[in-house]
């Protein structure tokens, strides 16, 4: 588990900030929200989680696999 604000720093290592929000869901505005404090919604979360098979906190891996099982390839 990682907060968001890791996760944002650990992408744009590799991803540029337009390619990272997509990658999320988000607007790139919202990428420099979350490099400050803003916490990840429960989408947000969903879609990090079936991307990269990260947990965002404050989110559990339990709750995140029950809120994917349809949407998992």
């Given amino acids: 588990m990682i907060t ?9 290592i590799e991803l540029e900030s ?33 991307a990269d098979r990260i947990v965002l906190h404050p989110f559990s891996e339990e709750s995140l696999k029950i809120e994917t099982r349809n949407n998992d390839a």
Avoid: F, H, T, W
Avoid at 4 to 12: D, H, S
Avoid at 30 to 35: D, E, F, G, V
């Fill in 4 to 12: 968001v604000q890791e996760y944002v720093a650990e992408q744009l």
């Fill in 18 to 50: 337009k390619n990272l929000a997509d990658k999320m869901g988000v607007s790139a505005s919202m990428i420099s929200a979350y490099k400050k404090s803003y916490k990840p919604s429960l989408d947000v979360a969903k879609r990090v989680y079936l």
